[in-house]
């Protein structure tokens, strides 16, 4: 087959990011099974915390990282690290109050999230030079590609989970992605790179985050902040719930296995049949605003009713949502900021500026928690009904803020940005509209 054939590239990147997506579904589910047992719920506002703390200076290490070997090394590096140290941690992780169970619970989310935003640079990379059709439908497959390994991953831990502990699903994860290095390293040989380097520029400012200063990356900071907020607060409230109902650690890997099935099978039906639909109707900045919308009623319902089940319907349209047809229309959200500074950009703002967020929050919630359950003992179930009406509150904020990324040029954002956002909401392509990342692509 043509190396320069759309269908041929896309292979390659949707393998690579479906096994991805897979070994942390698994990893993730081993994770909460263990942590969420006993006190572990009582620990994740300080996990949260501590993930927020080390953002920044995990954010610019790895820039640093691939200022200085390049961005193909610092892949295969981030990886092989990844994959070591769950593969040297797992077998002595046990349930319960735990200082390396507690550092692997940050350490997943952390590396995993790294290793995704530097997956989706290598797709973006590979289909630099392709036709834009071509490329969007390619996007649209990888994507879907590593929902339907969510959705796989869920099956494979929920297969496992009765025949083996949980962490040795972690461990199973870890194994995946050593088999996935190997296929980056082909994929890096067979499309060498189409990115070229960056020139220096005369009008260099100081720091690493110095593009933030304009007002349309501005406002994607807001909105990735009061995002993160809305989700934080949404998955503490899943968590006490499920914690809540003392499963033991099976029961609990069982419980989070079905619960990832569903989430993925949930957002691969949306990625598949409603993602193209919405943008085509309503564009980005329209569908931007599906995910807070849906939640406004999803969290007034959780604040009337207070159940589990309303809880859980509200973390799954969450985690659908998002996983679909936000994240897919959200990359593109980047495409008017210069392309030699998108990176920084989206490193900032999803790495850096929605974990700050997440750690303010984290830290009120652990206030609270230090009153209603001073050392991890409670008398009676945990009443979150005061998170569940800022839940609402947040996400109405957050709808607000989204509604200003609709017209860029009120925000004074550069004509060259208002212009490429304009074309992202009214260009159309046969069969399916642009979709998920077009992120570090080249802005000709």
């Given at each position: 087959?043509?190396?320069?054939?759309?269908?041929?590239?896309?292979?390659?990147?949707?393998?690579?990011?479906?096994?991805?997506?897979?070994?942390?579904?698994?990893?993730?589910?081993?994770?909460?099974?263990?942590?969420?047992?006993?006190?572990?719920?009582?620990?994740?506002?300080?996990?949260?915390?501590?993930?927020?703390?080390?953002?920044?200076?995990?954010?610019?290490?790895?820039?640093?990282?691939?200022?200085?070997?390049?961005?193909?090394?610092?892949?295969?590096?981030?990886?092989?690290?990844?994959?070591?140290?769950?593969?040297?941690?797992?077998?002595?992780?046990?349930?319960?109050?735990?200082?390396?169970?507690?550092?692997?619970?940050i350490f997943i989310p952390g590396v995993f999230?790294?290793?995704?935003?530097?997956?989706?640079?290598?797709?973006?990379?590979?289909?630099?030079?392709?036709?834009?059709?071509?490329?969007?439908?390619?996007?649209?497959?990888?994507?879907?590609?590593?929902?339907?390994?969510?959705?796989?991953?869920?099956?494979?831990?929920?297969?496992?989970?009765?025949?083996?502990?949980?962490?040795?699903?972690?461990?199973?994860?870890?194994?995946?992605?050593?088999?996935?290095?190997?296929?980056?390293?082909?994929a890096h040989r067979k499309f060498p790179t189409?990115?070229?380097?960056?020139?220096d520029r005369d009008d260099k400012r100081s720091?690493?985050?110095?593009?933030?200063?304009?007002?349309?990356?501005?406002?994607?900071?807001?909105?990735?902040?009061?995002?993160?907020?809305?989700?934080?607060?949404?998955?503490?409230?899943?968590?006490?719930?499920?914690?809540?109902?003392?499963?033991?650690?099976?029961?609990?890997?069982?419980?989070?296995?079905?619960?990832?099935?569903?989430?993925?099978?949930?957002?691969?039906?949306?990625?598949?049949?409603?993602?193209?639909?919405?943008?085509?109707?309503?564009?980005?900045?329209?569908?931007?605003?599906?995910?807070?919308?849906?939640?406004?009623?999803?969290?007034?319902?959780?604040?009337?009713?207070?159940?589990?089940?309303?809880?859980?319907?509200?973390?799954?349209?969450?985690?659908?949502?998002?996983?679909?047809?936000?994240?897919?229309?959200?990359?593109?959200?980047?495409?008017?900021?210069?392309?030699?500074?998108?990176?920084?950009?989206?490193?900032?703002?999803?790495?850096?500026?929605?974990?700050?967020?997440?750690?303010?929050?984290?830290?009120?919630?652990?206030?609270?928690?230090?009153?209603?359950?001073?050392?991890?003992?409670?008398?009676?179930?945990?009443?979150?009904?005061?998170?569940?009406?800022?839940?609402?509150?947040?996400?109405?904020?957050?709808?607000?803020?989204?509604?200003?990324?609709?017209?860029?040029?009120?925000?004074?954002?550069?004509?060259?940005?208002?212009?490429?956002?304009?074309?992202?909401?009214?260009?159309?392509?046969?069969?399916?509209?642009?979709?998920?990342?077009?992120?570090?692509?080249?802005?000709?």
């Open positions: 087959m043509n190396h320069n054939d759309p269908r041929y590239k896309t292979i390659f990147p949707a393998v690579i990011l479906g096994l991805t997506t897979a070994a942390f579904i698994i990893a993730k589910t081993g994770r909460d099974a263990l942590f969420f047992q006993g006190k572990g719920v009582f620990q994740l506002p300080v996990a949260t915390m501590a993930i927020a703390a080390a953002s920044l200076p995990l954010a610019i290490l790895f820039v640093k990282v691939m200022k200085t070997w390049g961005a193909r090394p610092a892949r295969i590096a981030i990886m092989l690290f990844a994959a070591v140290v769950l593969t040297l941690t797992a077998p002595f992780l046990q349930a319960g109050d735990s200082t390396l169970l507690f550092n692997v619970f999230g790294i290793m995704f935003a530097s997956l989706w640079l290598l797709a973006s990379d590979i289909f630099e030079k392709t036709p834009k059709p071509d490329a969007a439908r390619a996007f649209s497959k990888i994507g879907a590609s590593s929902l339907a390994g969510g959705m796989t991953g869920g099956f494979l831990a929920k297969g496992l989970s009765p025949l083996v502990e949980p962490k040795w699903l972690i461990f199973t994860g870890a194994l995946i992605i050593l088999a996935v290095v190997g296929l980056v390293v082909q189409n990115i070229a380097p960056k020139q720091g690493y985050f110095a593009p933030l200063s304009k007002p349309y990356a501005m406002t994607l900071l807001f909105i990735s902040m009061t995002g993160a907020l809305a989700g934080l607060l949404i998955d503490v409230q899943f968590y006490i719930s499920a914690a809540s109902a003392s499963m033991g650690s099976k029961g609990n890997a069982n419980f989070f296995a079905n619960f990832y099935i569903m989430l993925n099978f949930s957002s691969l039906l949306l990625q598949l049949f409603a993602t193209a639909k919405i943008q085509d109707k309503i564009g980005v900045g329209g569908g931007l605003m599906v995910l807070p919308f849906a939640l406004v009623g999803g969290a007034g319902f959780a604040s009337a009713a207070a159940t589990a089940f309303s809880l859980a319907v509200l973390r799954v349209t969450e985690g659908g949502l998002r996983s679909s047809v936000h994240r897919s229309i959200w990359e593109q959200a980047f495409m008017p900021v210069d392309s030699s500074e998108r990176s920084l950009v989206k490193i900032a703002v999803d790495g850096v500026g929605a974990r700050i967020s997440e750690g303010i929050a984290a830290g009120a919630i652990y206030i609270w928690m230090q009153r209603v359950a001073s050392g991890g003992v409670i008398s009676a179930p945990l009443n979150t009904a005061w998170m569940a009406w800022l839940t609402l509150a947040t996400v109405i904020l957050w709808l607000f803020v989204t509604q200003r990324l609709r017209a860029p040029s009120q925000q004074q954002a550069p004509a060259r940005a208002t212009t490429l956002l304009t074309e992202l909401e009214c260009e159309r392509f046969p069969d399916q509209c642009p979709c998920t990342t077009e992120l570090g692509k080249g802005i000709p």
